[in-house]
């Protein structure tokens, strides 16, 4: 526990997807859309949301047999921090 912050934003890669994941909470997303609307190749997106599933950042969803979906987990306690956080910090990291 006392290097989560380390596990949540563990490297560039993820900590951009979890910034994705918070600028569309309720939108679901595939892995391939992931990789695209990140710019990160798919094997890194593969890479790095199991740990934010694993975590409870992230949720996935089975439809079927091979499909994933992913969303925000907004019922997480950790989720809910860090969405707070983010919305608190957002305006202070944005350009004039």
Do not use: C, W
Request: cysteine-free; overall charge positive; glycine content about 4%.
């Amino acid at each position: 526990m006392k290097k989560l912050l380390e596990k949540v934003f563990a490297s560039r890669a993820q900590t951009r997807v979890v910034q994705h994941f918070l600028d569309r909470p309720k939108d679901f997303f595939n892995l391939s859309r992931v990789a695209k609307e990140t710019g990160l190749a798919h094997s890194t997106i593969h890479r790095v949301m199991q740990p934010l599933v694993d975590m409870g950042i992230v949720k996935e969803i089975k439809v079927g047999q091979q499909i994933r979906l992913f969303i925000l987990e907004t019922e997480d306690p950790k989720s809910k921090i860090i969405s707070e956080f983010y919305e608190i910090i957002r305006p202070h990291l944005e350009g004039p």
